[in-house]
T-cell receptor, first 113, second 109 residues
């Protein structure tokens, strides 16, 4: 069974530029999560989808971050414009249903200069 | 909202037993999970408790006390490869998920 796929794996941009991350969850998984993990901290939930509906986006900085999960499968997370403090690893995870085991992708390491 | 507390670092020797504690405050608590993350890697699921008591999976066990808002991960027969960060995560009955800041475990020979 293929795992959670993410791309790109690494991205370096200048502040005020925009960037987009892509995630393909495990087939059949209804729940998709985007996390931001800053070095030395735990993953912080940015947004959680159940199929193509949003369950929780309370910690998503909506003035600069947006995410969508069209057709309830793939998802993209966008940052526009980026700030220095957005430098982090962005992890995508999926689970069969809410509150079941989460499977994480390899993450995208973003560096904002 | 949800908050979790776990020790930032734990050190133990190979072959020993170590316990990583996690206390939480959350409304609508549903379950407590544990994840392992090696440097540069992604978190991987270890264990889950929704009911009070001990869950055992090989060398790893996890315990939950709902009345005390407390849980722990027990690692037995420590191996060098167990050096990693360990995160507890709470889920709510609304299906929302929050991770702690993690405990860095260092296993020494």
């Amino acid at each position: 069974e293929a795992g959670v796929a993410q791309s790109p794996r690494y991205k370096i941009i200048e502040k005020r530029q925009s960037v987009a991350f892509w995630c393909n969850p495990i087939s059949g998984h209804a729940t998709l999560y985007w996390y931001q993990q800053i070095l030395g901290q735990g993953p912080k939930l940015l947004i959680q989808f159940q199929n193509n509906g949003v369950v929780d986006d309370s910690q998503l900085p909506k003035d600069r971050f947006s995410a969508e999960r069209l057709k309830g499968v793939d998802s993209t997370l966008k940052i526009q414009p980026a700030k220095l403090e957005d430098s982090a690893v962005y992890l995508c995870a999926s689970s069969f249903q809410m509150d079941s085991e989460q499977y994480f992708g390899p993450g995208t390491r973003l560096t904002v200069t | 909202g949800q908050s979790l507390e776990q020790p930032s670092e734990v050190t133990a020797v190979e072959g020993a037993i170590v316990q990583i504690n996690c206390t939480y405050q959350t409304s609508g608590f549903y379950g407590l999970s544990w994840y392992q993350q090696h440097d540069g890697g992604a978190p991987t699921f270890l264990s889950y408790n929704a009911l009070d008591g001990l869950e055992e999976t090989g060398r790893f066990s996890s315990f939950l006390s709902r009345s005390d808002s407390y849980g722990y991960l027990l690692l037995q027969e420590l191996q060098m490869k167990d050096s990693a960060s360990y995160f507890c995560a709470v889920s709510t009955n609304a299906g929302k998920s929050t991770f702690g800041d993690g405990t860095t475990l260092t296993v020494k020979p």
